[in-house]
């Protein structure tokens, strides 16, 4: 049985699309059924494991892939020790805090004693602790940017990408927490031989990221 290298990426989401089109351009052939979650590749001795992308970090920390495709965002969210092997230019976003609009905003301090509704509750502390600010953070899967409008919060922490779903709540961003992209990651227990793979292939990945420029 040959090594193969084995690649997390999303089940569902953003970054899944994007992740799947720059392994095609790298010559990787992935047909597999909507419902399977382990498909081996052809063009390249690949295994791809399709996994829920808040699940990935800790997959590949344990080193049950040995790497994946992932925002940037995610892996400090889930305060993992991950090597970042390249970042891939897609999936470009930030984390930011936004509040109703209209609101007077001085400036960070205003957010003292005030309720955060956020999916990044870690970065979001981490930063309040940086700038000494005591607020009430209130964790919720998705659709964040509802929670000042229906009474759930003060304000908000969640990733902007256009923008359109900050302004069609009626947000305004003020503060941002961090800038993300894509990018490849591999466990720091990664294997001699899937060390070798993943070698040839980030050199695929690096002459696809050339010819995009
Ligand atoms: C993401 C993110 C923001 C939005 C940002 O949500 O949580 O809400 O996209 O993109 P924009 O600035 O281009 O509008 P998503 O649509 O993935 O849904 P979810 O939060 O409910 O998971
Ligand atoms: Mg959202």
Known sequence: ?????????????????????????????????RDQLKVAASGFPLELFFLRNSDIPQYVADGVADVAILGQNTVIEKEKDLEEVLPLGFARCRLSLAVPKGTVYPDI????????????????????????????????????????????????????????????????????ILKSEAAIFASRNISTEARELLEKLIFRFKSVLAARN
């Open 1 to 33: 049985m040959p090594t193969m290298l084995k690649i997390a990426v999303q089940k569902s989401g953003r970054l899944q699309e994007d992740s799947l089109e720059m392994l095609r351009e790298c010559g990787v052939r992935v047909d597999n059924g």
């Open 109 to 176: 301090t205003w957010l003292n004693g005030k309720k955060i509704a956020t999916s990044y509750p870690n970065t979001l502390r981490a930063f309040l602790i940086r700038h000494n600010i005591e607020a009430e953070i209130h964790e919720i899967a998705g659709s964040v940017e509802i929670a000042p409008n229906i009474g759930l919060a003060d304000a908000i922490c969640d990733l902007v990408s256009s923008g359109n779903t900050l302004f069609m709540n009626g947000l305004e961003e003020k503060e941002v």
